[in-house]
């Protein structure tokens, strides 16, 4: 009883972190758009067009300020959601497709953060980027190509912030969101799975029980079954 008890409170959680997964997702990708009306993704640009949103755009650091909520929020709500659904496993189809989407997610939401790294233009992004930057070029064989694609060329200038800035808000954070849907979709299909087997399951112990009492009232079937049970 204490175990079913535990499973349905870890299901529940799952499924309303999934919930809280989306409603994140969504901020971020509306109040992204809301700064893409006046961010400029150029060197020297971007890091003027982000003081311009925050101090001279109406409500901008509001805006600013909720997408760095939401999108620090949905890597760390992706990371507990991972633990809670390894506790409450259950190797479902359905768990399944919800197990690897938010893992996929987590990678994905730790790669938005990633790439918008250098979007602000400021010493601490460049120097983070350069040292990553040798990172990835210490990859052998591909290394020296995939910096060349992150950055356009090798340096970090304007083609390196447009690249990343394209990842972040095109392919990124639409692949997010899309995650994020099958994740909640894998959850509450899983959920409708476990009530019809409680509903099965609660079906066949009152049909065995409305049979045995049956059988204990009715002497016809007592005498019945002794008679089988003779033989
Ligand atoms: C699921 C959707 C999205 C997520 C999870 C997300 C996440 C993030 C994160 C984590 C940051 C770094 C915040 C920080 O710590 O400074 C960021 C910055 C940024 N994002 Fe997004 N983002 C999303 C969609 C978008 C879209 C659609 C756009 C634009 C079209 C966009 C534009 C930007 C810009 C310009 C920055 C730099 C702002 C700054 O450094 O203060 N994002 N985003």
Do not use: C
């Not at 509001?62 to 809670?84: K, M, P, Q, T, Y």
């Not at 506790?87 to 987590?106: C, E, K, P, V």
């Not at 090798?154 to 394209?166: F, K, P, S």
């Not at 899309?178 to 087997?197: F, M, N, S, T």
């Amino acid at each position: 009883m204490k175990t079913e008890q535990y499973e349905f409170v870890l299901r529940r959680l799952a499924t309303i972190l999934a919930v809280g997964i989306l409603t994140l997702s969504l901020i971020a990708a509306v109040t992204g758009i809301l700064l893409a009306f006046y961010y400029e993704p150029a060197a020297g640009g971007a890091y003027d067009s982000l003081q311009a949103i925050a101090n001279e755009v109406s409500n901008g650091w509001v805006i600013l300020r909720v997408h760095d909520l939401a999108g620090n929020g949905l890597i760390a709500v992706s990371l507990i959601e991972i633990v809670v659904m390894f506790l409450g496993r259950q190797f479902t189809n359905s768990w399944l497709t919800a197990w690897i989407s938010s893992i996929l997610l987590t990678l994905t939401a730790i790669a938005l953060g990633w790439t918008a790294m250098i979007l602000d233009w400021t010493q601490l992004g460049y120097w983070r980027l350069s040292i990553e930057l040798g990172t990835i070029e210490a990859i052998p064989f591909i290394g020296s190509q995939l910096r060349d694609i992150v950055t356009g060329g090798g340096a970090i200038t304007t083609a390196t912030v447009e690249h990343l800035y394209t990842l972040h808000s095109y392919i990124l954070s639409v692949g997010a969101i899309a995650i994020a849907l099958i994740h909640l979709g894998g959850l509450l299909v899983q959920e409708r799975q476990q009530k019809q087997l409680q509903i099965k399951l609660a079906a066949t112990n009152l049909a065995a029980e409305s049979e045995s009492a049956q059988a204990q009232n009715d002497p016809k079937s007592l005498s019945l079954s002794s008679a089988e049970s003779q033989k």
